[in-house]
């Protein structure tokens, strides 16, 4: 059913080749209507990297000496670094990924979480201590936490990471939380961005919630998520669950955010002048607003169509059809129970997008599995859609 509505597409766009104004000025109708010119993302969510690249300056000077986790140059990941944020202006959060590499002395190991609450998707990080004493650079600065006496590591040393920030050898979210949260509200005076901004750091028990107000009332709201990536690939372990439910504090659950903030990018690079995929994103979110249906499950959907239907059918002046085929795609996909997740064997990938080898042949995750065990959910939902 899929594959027909993208076909049956292809031939129906070439007979609209000229712009048609009934459909331009409903296009215009439309954009007035669900406020969809992008809010101004890219300038906002530079003002939040070079902030958060300026704490991260302090933060290296400040730990220089210590066994914290290194923090990593920050990714932004979610919809508003992706350029098409579904909420108001006023209610946008920029989120950034800041990946966490070992201190000197350590290493982290990556182990399926088999406390079983959270399936497929949850590990923990193994803090293990390594030796420093030999290797290619031995580290003449720093005594190792291996082959010194605990006296001697105590008087002359700070404490390892095992001692900090983890509960028993593995790394605990929570605790990092606390320590980052403890040093943005020390560290706010010494950024120039404290001449600009009030700082208060919110509530947040896996994350660093800030929210940044102007003298003139407008305010600017900062989540900044850690994440420790699986080897080399664009696929991340997060802190922070997206569900309400809280997992134990040192499980970490698998991000494909990084990969999706990549996929956008390379979207951005390939397609046509003023393409209209981000501004269909957001006229779906505003249609699909008060339903049940995820905003995940929509973006899932025009990742898909963005591999199935050519770029140059992106046109400005095609948003009313992809519209339209977002909406019969996610009604075959529920019709179906089926939505599989983008990055699970995908033939469609594109090359500069890095997965772990175990995603290539893996059981693609259904997106609607929750639909497919529940009968009585899935009628409701299939109602809940011809409404809109």
């Not at 209507?33 to 704490?55: G, I, T």
């Not at 105590?154 to 404490?159: D, F, P, S, T």
């Not at 690079?269 to 905003?295: N, Y």
């Not at 995940?296 to 085929?325: C, F, G, N």
Request: net charge negative; with cysteine.
């Amino acid at each position: 059913g899929i594959r027909e509505v993208v076909n049956r597409r292809d031939s129906e766009s070439e007979e609209s080749e000229e712009e048609n104004p009934a459909e331009m000025n409903m296009i215009w109708i439309f954009s007035r209507r669900f406020h969809l010119s992008v809010p101004k993302l890219a300038s906002r969510r530079r003002v939040v990297q070079e902030l958060l690249s300026d704490l991260l300056q302090v933060s290296h000077s400040l730990f220089s000496d210590s066994f914290f986790p290194v923090l990593e140059p920050v990714i932004g990941v979610g919809s508003a670094c992706e350029g098409w944020s579904p909420h108001k202006e006023e209610d946008v959060v920029y989120c950034m990924f800041v990946p966490l590499k070992p201190p000197r002395g350590h290493a982290f190991h990556l182990e399926p979480d088999s406390t079983g609450e959270m399936p497929q998707t949850s590990m923990r990080i193994r803090v293990e201590l390594v030796c420093t004493c030999t290797g290619e650079q031995p580290d003449h600065n720093m005594l190792c936490f291996l082959h010194h006496s605990e006296e001697e590591l105590k008087r002359n040393q700070g404490a390892s990471l095992l001692h900090t920030l983890c509960t028993g050898p593995y790394l605990d979210g929570e605790k990092i939380a606390v320590w980052f949260q403890t040093f943005v509200i020390s560290a706010w005076s010494v950024v120039p961005q404290s001449r600009h901004y009030r700082m208060k750091v919110l509530p947040s028990c896996r994350s660093c919630k800030m929210k940044l107000m102007k003298a003139s009332g407008r305010s600017l709201f900062v989540e900044t998520v850690f994440s420790v990536q699986q080897g080399d690939s664009d696929i991340f372990l997060s802190s922070q669950p997206k569900e309400a439910q809280l997992p134990p504090s040192t499980t970490w659950l698998e991000s494909y955010a990084v990969a999706e903030a990549k996929f956008f990018r390379h979207v951005a690079m390939q397609a046509p002048p003023r393409s209209c995929h981000l501004k269909c994103l957001r006229l779906c979110a505003r249609l699909l607003e008060g339903s049940s249906l995820s905003i995940y499950a929509l973006k899932t959907t025009v990742m898909h169509l963005l591999t199935l239907i050519p770029l140059s059918e992106w046109q400005h002046k095609y948003l009313l059809m992809r519209v339209d085929d977002t909406m019969r795609y996610l009604r075959c996909c529920l019709e179906e129970k089926r939505l599989k997740h983008f990055f699970f064997d995908n033939e469609d990938m594109p090359n500069e997008i890095s997965l772990p080898p175990t995603f290539q042949g893996a059981q693609p995750l259904n997106l609607f599995q929750h639909l497919a065990q529940d009968p009585a959910a899935h009628s409701e939902a299939l109602k809940e859609f011809d409404d809109l």
